[in-house]
């Protein structure tokens, strides 16, 4: 592809704006790029806006602070209770829609599937809700023996009535003996998803953080951070750190425990999966503790191998040769899928649209099966995402930040995309318009995705949805309708 099809891109995405009023039209096209493979050399040309107010009316992807708070960092950590503080909605609509899986016993020694709610009434509003906090934190304590420590997630209407959930949270972790901790995720602040991060980051940091101490500690202790094993990805990532000979003391947060958590400063390197939504603890433990982090791509078998020796790389020749055996053991298990799908798969066309991460990390794993990222953009991503992306991206591939329902479909139909990967809001949508969708999320139910076990698993999805038999029918009956 050369640059007319740059300019291509760029007139294309200009004409789908044109339907918008000039304001909007004006502020939403800086949230496009069309890569040009010269300006690779220097990211900072990238000029994308990011992590801004989304435009009113527009039908936006995102969530908010609160789904970023409870949903994503704080809600996998298994044996704390997590009060979703306000109103019944927030926390009915979140409950175990997000797959962090956890081992143990709902509702005895693990509770991320649950809903527990402060459920507030309008006498709550009037009145304010710390008394009702109160109670309920007793309450938790007398049902659920088992349960380490309480959040307290807090809604939107939290911070509007003025509630000093603070104060509860002190008074009631000394009556109670455990940790209590007060989370502001209130759904009005910040723009997205990605403040929620920041402040469930920061209340680990001022009440969790080196509270507690390792019973031994080894020189190849780490901690797995941003990994929020979904349908199995950080048990499938942790199998291949223990195999190498590391010990795995943290995992952050899916199948994550308090202990695990509070002495997660005793690690000598912090791995990073998710960095749009940790790395801000990341940078508190190498600053307060001297721990190093290092970032790693656990999607497909390219981006696994080059992570583990640069994992390995970290540490002394023994894990550097465990390192080259485990890749030696899983070799031909990957050729053999690829094999199998590439050709199923080869030189078809992907468009992604994800939360902070995913949306540049799998990028390697469709290209492990010969499929080609023809667009691909974040919901709630910063700079320091974008540019992190560019360098994985071919000649006017778009990169599109915060995009509405509207420009997704059409940049998809006019790209003739042959998979769409999104969330479940988008899904039916492409299904009705004949558009092959995995749900990149939640991973449509199945995965993991993570590891040398989960590229199996995401090349045998994959597969499944572009060479379904079922777009034949969608596309004759559309033929029908037209010629009828
Ligand atoms: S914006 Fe407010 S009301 Fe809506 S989900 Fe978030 S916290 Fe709940």
């Given at each position: 592809m050369g640059t007319t099809d740059v300019i291509q891109k760029r007139q294309l995405i200009e004409e789908i704006l044109e339907i918008f009023p000039e304001k909007a039209k004006k502020e939403r096209i800086r949230h496009y790029e069309v890569m040009e493979e010269d300006n690779k050399q220097d990211c900072s040309k990238c000029a994308i806006k990011s992590n801004v107010k989304s435009r009113p009316g527009v039908m936006t992807i995102r969530g908010c602070a609160y789904a970023g708070s409870k949903g994503v960092v704080w809600g996998p950590i298994k044996d704390m209770v997590h009060i979703s503080h306000g109103p019944i909605g927030c926390g009915q609509y979140s409950w175990g829609t997000r797959r962090n899986y956890a081992s143990g016993m709902l509702g005895i020694n693990n509770f991320t599937a649950m809903q527990v709610t402060s459920d507030f009434q309008e006498t709550d509003i009037v009145f304010g809700g710390d008394k009702k906090l109160e109670l309920i934190c007793r309450e938790i304590k007398e049902m659920f023996?088992?349960?380490k420590g309480i959040t307290i997630q807090s809604e939107c209407p939290v911070g509007l009535i003025g509630d000093d959930i603070e104060a509860v949270a002190k008074k009631m972790s000394k009556e109670l003996g455990i940790p209590i901790v007060p989370v502001r995720c209130e759904g009005f602040r910040g723009v997205s998803q990605s403040l929620g991060h920041h402040i469930a980051n920061d209340a680990i940091r001022d009440f969790l953080m080196g509270r507690a101490e390792l019973k031994e500690c080894g020189p190849y202790d780490v901690n797995v951070i941003g990994d929020y094993n979904i349908g199995g990805d950080a048990w499938a990532s942790r199998i291949l750190l223990e195999e190498m000979g590391l010990r795995v003391i943290g995992q952050w947060s899916g199948d994550g425990t308090l202990q695990e958590i509070m002495t997660a400063h005793k690690a000598k390197l912090n791995l990073i999966h998710c960095f749009r939504s940790m790395n801000y603890m990341c940078e508190v433990m190498e600053n307060e503790y001297g721990i190093p982090s290092l970032e790693y791509n656990f999607f497909g078998p390219t981006k696994t191998i080059e992570s583990l020796r640069e994992i390995a790389a970290f540490f002394d020749e023994t894990i550097q040769e465990n390192c080259e055996k485990v890749i030696a053991r899983y070799k031909d298990e990957m050729d053999a899928v690829i094999a199998k799908y590439r050709p199923r798969l080869d030189g078809k066309k992907v468009m992604l649209l994800i939360g902070g991460l995913r949306a540049r990390h799998t990028i390697g794993a469709y290209e492990d099966l010969g499929m080609e990222i023809v667009a691909t953009g974040y919901e709630f991503a910063h700079k320091d995402d974008y540019l992190k992306t560019i360098p994985e991206l071919k000649q006017a591939t778009i990169l599109m930040d915060d995009p509405g329902s509207y420009e997704l479909e059409e940049i998809a139909q006019r790209l003739d995309i042959d998979l769409m990967g999104a969330g479940v809001k988008e899904k039916y949508v492409y299904h009705k318009m004949g558009i092959p969708f995995r749900q990149?999320?939640?991973w449509d139910y199945s995965g993991p995705y993570h590891g040398f076990d989960g590229f199996k698993v995401f090349a045998r999805d994959m597969d499944m949805a572009v060479n379904s038999p079922v777009w034949k029918l969608v596309k004759s009956r559309q033929k029908k309708e037209v010629t009828a």
């Amino acid at each position: 592809m050369g640059t007319t099809d740059v300019i291509q891109k760029r007139q294309l995405i200009e004409e789908i704006l044109e339907i918008f009023p000039e304001k909007a039209k004006k502020e939403r096209i800086r949230h496009y790029e069309v890569m040009e493979e010269d300006n690779k050399q220097d990211c900072s040309k990238c000029a994308i806006k990011s992590n801004v107010k989304s435009r009113p009316g527009v039908m936006t992807i995102r969530g908010c602070a609160y789904a970023g708070s409870k949903g994503v960092v704080w809600g996998p950590i298994k044996d704390m209770v997590h009060i979703s503080h306000g109103p019944i909605g927030c926390g009915q609509y979140s409950w175990g829609t997000r797959r962090n899986y956890a081992s143990g016993m709902l509702g005895i020694n693990n509770f991320t599937a649950m809903q527990v709610t402060s459920d507030f009434q309008e006498t709550d509003i009037v009145f304010g809700g710390d008394k009702k906090l109160e109670l309920i934190c007793r309450e938790i304590k007398e049902m659920f023996p088992l349960a380490k420590g309480i959040t307290i997630q807090s809604e939107c209407p939290v911070g509007l009535i003025g509630d000093d959930i603070e104060a509860v949270a002190k008074k009631m972790s000394k009556e109670l003996g455990i940790p209590i901790v007060p989370v502001r995720c209130e759904g009005f602040r910040g723009v997205s998803q990605s403040l929620g991060h920041h402040i469930a980051n920061d209340a680990i940091r001022d009440f969790l953080m080196g509270r507690a101490e390792l019973k031994e500690c080894g020189p190849y202790d780490v901690n797995v951070i941003g990994d929020y094993n979904i349908g199995g990805d950080a048990w499938a990532s942790r199998i291949l750190l223990e195999e190498m000979g590391l010990r795995v003391i943290g995992q952050w947060s899916g199948d994550g425990t308090l202990q695990e958590i509070m002495t997660a400063h005793k690690a000598k390197l912090n791995l990073i999966h998710c960095f749009r939504s940790m790395n801000y603890m990341c940078e508190v433990m190498e600053n307060e503790y001297g721990i190093p982090s290092l970032e790693y791509n656990f999607f497909g078998p390219t981006k696994t191998i080059e992570s583990l020796r640069e994992i390995a790389a970290f540490f002394d020749e023994t894990i550097q040769e465990n390192c080259e055996k485990v890749i030696a053991r899983y070799k031909d298990e990957m050729d053999a899928v690829i094999a199998k799908y590439r050709p199923r798969l080869d030189g078809k066309k992907v468009m992604l649209l994800i939360g902070g991460l995913r949306a540049r990390h799998t990028i390697g794993a469709y290209e492990d099966l010969g499929m080609e990222i023809v667009a691909t953009g974040y919901e709630f991503a910063h700079k320091d995402d974008y540019l992190k992306t560019i360098p994985e991206l071919k000649q006017a591939t778009i990169l599109m930040d915060d995009p509405g329902s509207y420009e997704l479909e059409e940049i998809a139909q006019r790209l003739d995309i042959d998979l769409m990967g999104a969330g479940v809001k988008e899904k039916y949508v492409y299904h009705k318009m004949g558009i092959p969708f995995r749900q990149m999320h939640s991973w449509d139910y199945s995965g993991p995705y993570h590891g040398f076990d989960g590229f199996k698993v995401f090349a045998r999805d994959m597969d499944m949805a572009v060479n379904s038999p079922v777009w034949k029918l969608v596309k004759s009956r559309q033929k029908k309708e037209v010629t009828a």
